[in-house]
């Protein structure tokens, strides 16, 4: 009798696959802005902290910024939008163009977490500018940072997202003066004036300079003072006039402060 065929092993059954769909990327660790137009929502996938060097002018290379230059109605589920809204929404299906757009009018989506590391970085930004830039008027000495974030606190102050620490800082000073005796420190200039004008010159002058601390001829008026940063274009243009281009001013230091130690 022939011998029953041995059974052969169920093959086993193959796992399932998992599909991307076509309209769908993902990405991890972005930074996301999101605009909002004619009802629609869109989002571009950015690489953190190149989105504020972008609209600061900083980075020029927008593939340096953007992680993909595709748009997304949701970066984090990895949907794209569709073609026709873009037309609709933008004019124009170009990508690129599109991101240049959400870039310089979108908002720049940040966890509260972030949000709070970066105010805080950003305070000590503005008060570490402030520090180097001033002198309490006391004794000429540079205020410690710390000093000037307590000040900041103490008048309540508020950070505005949309202006650079630099632009802060320099609008903060006057509003510490309720609590500190602070002022901007002064420059260092070096004034070399042609023999023949440095008379009227120097009395043109005499409003807006401050300490002098050496004048002396030698074929030419030469004075060495301290001046307030703000009359420098003044002195500039004051000494430019009056010795139809002749005259120079030269910056030897761009605050006057003793270095050696600071108040606590």
């Not at 003044?234 to 130690?261: C, N, P, R, Y």
Request: aromatic letters at 4%; proline letters at 5%; one cysteine or more.
């Amino acid at each position: 009798p022939a011998l029953p065929c041995p059974a052969l092993p169920c093959p086993a059954a193959s796992p399932a696959r998992m599909f991307t769909p076509v309209n769908q990327v993902r990405l991890t660790n972005v930074a996301v802005v999101r605009l909002k137009r004619k009802g629609k929502r869109f989002e571009i996938a950015c690489y953190k902290n190149k989105v504020v060097s972008w609209r600061n002018k900083v980075e020029k290379d927008i593939d340096e910024v953007l992680q993909s230059h595709s748009i997304f109605t949701n970066v984090s589920k990895g949907a794209l939008a569709k073609s026709k809204d873009l037309e609709r929404c933008f004019g124009t299906t170009d990508e690129t163009e599109i991101c240049k757009m959400i870039l310089a009018r979108g908002q720049l989506q940040v966890s509260q977490k972030e949000r709070k590391v970066e105010a805080e970085n950003k305070l000590r930004d503005i008060a570490t500018i402030v520090a180097e830039k001033c002198v309490n008027t006391d004794n000429n000495l540079p205020f410690p940072v710390e000093v000037i974030k307590s000040a900041m606190k103490t008048i309540k102050f508020s950070l505005k997202p949309n202006k650079s620490a630099k632009q802060q800082a320099i609008e903060l000073i006057p509003q510490l003066k309720e609590e500190l005796p602070i002022a901007r420190a002064q420059m260092r200039v070096r004034l070399a004036i042609p023999e023949k004008q440095a008379k009227d010159v120097k009395k043109s002058l005499a409003s807006l300079v401050g300490t002098i601390e050496k004048e002396g001829w030698d074929f030419e008026y030469e004075m060495i003072a301290r001046i307030d940063p703000g009359t420098y274009r003044s002195i500039v243009d004051t000494v430019s006039k009056g010795t139809k281009g002749e005259g120079t001013v030269e910056i030897l230091d761009t605050k006057v402060q003793d270095e050696a130690k600071t108040i606590d």
